[in-house]
């Protein structure tokens, strides 16, 4: 099934009326997930995963309330579908696919589902598991995601505000500047225009790779790798709705009609809710991939 979504351009080119933005623009893949029948060879949200039969299903060994549970897959990305991932290279081949799964309970002391992922080469896996182990409850409907094939597509981010310097968050928010520049912005962002880079010009909302990371609950934080000390890279957002009422703008054209009906299920087709609709951000490390070099994510 082949299925193609398009973010309408930006407003305007920020790096136009901004120039200090252009070093910070950075690629991402906004993945669209959309209820579909994807197979193990497919990028999914909640699909079947390429999981060899002779390999064993994991399961969660942390403590949380409720019975021990088999992780459940979450997404599979194909590096021929996400350009953008970085697999880990090992002698005589190269990994193509990652998996992310997750135990479908909160664990403390963060409360979020905890995550683990595996890279794979695709055609190293001959026979497939045909059924792996289902949980036999969760707890919550929403860490259980509906399958669903995937719509790539690839756009520039910026950074969100709070993550900028002094001096380009002064200018951002200075309504003269873009008024003589005679950018045409809604007079409701008058009194914080930041607030028009935020929703429209700044980060995609909904499922992506890399890019730059959304922020909410807190302030943007530097996410370092525990074993090198190298700064650690956005790698998957796993989101709770790919738009709301503050960005519209970013709704592709093919689900604007659904959108205008109030459809809920258009903004978010897998059906995750990741702590009362939040965002669970994973980072790795941008020196080394590899379990010496564990992955780490994040609640916003």
């Avoid at 959309?34 to 969660?60: E, F, I, K, N």
């Avoid at 088999?70 to 194909?78: E, K, N, R």
């Avoid at 730059?212 to 890279?233: E, K, Q, S, V």
């Amino acid at each position: 099934m082949n299925i193609t979504r398009t973010t309408p351009p930006r407003p305007l080119d920020i790096t136009a009326l901004f120039p200090q933005l252009a070093p910070w623009a950075r690629p991402a893949t906004r993945l669209h997930p959309r209820s579909g029948t994807p197979s193990p060879h497919d990028s999914s949200v909640g699909g079947p995963l390429l999981w060899p039969a002779g390999q064993p299903w994991p399961y969660c060994d942390k403590w949380h309330e409720g019975p021990i549970s088999p992780l459940l897959p979450v997404a599979q990305l194909y590096t021929r579908d996400v350009p953008l991932l970085r697999p880990p290279h090992r002698p005589g081949g190269h990994h193509d696919v990652l998996q992310v799964l997750w135990c479908p309970f909160e664990h403390p002391p963060e409360y979020k589902p905890p995550t683990q992922l595996f890279w794979r080469t695709a055609a190293d896996v001959t026979d497939i598991l045909a059924a792996p182990p289902e949980p036999s409850e969760t707890e919550y409907d929403g860490y259980l995601p509906k399958p669903c094939v995937l719509a790539p597509e690839q756009i520039i981010e910026y950074p969100n505000f709070l993550a900028l310097s002094g001096e380009l968050q002064q200018r951002l928010s200075d309504w003269s500047a873009w008024r003589e520049a005679g950018v045409a912005v809604d007079d409701s962002y008058e009194i914080a225009p930041q607030e028009f880079y935020m929703d429209e010009l700044s980060t995609a909302p909904g499922w992506k790779v890399g890019g730059w990371p959304p922020w909410g609950l807190t302030d943007p934080i530097a996410r370092f790798c525990i074993t090198c000390g190298a700064a650690m890279d956005p790698l998957l957002t796993i989101a709770s709705e790919e738009w709301n009422s503050d960005q519209e703008g970013w709704i592709p054209y093919e689900d604007q009609g659904r959108a205008s009906l109030d459809d809920d299920s258009a903004a978010n087709p897998p059906g995750v809710q990741v702590s009362d609709a939040n965002h669970l951000q994973l980072y790795v490390c941008s020196d080394a991939l590899g379990p010496g070099h564990p992955h780490t994510d994040l609640i916003q």
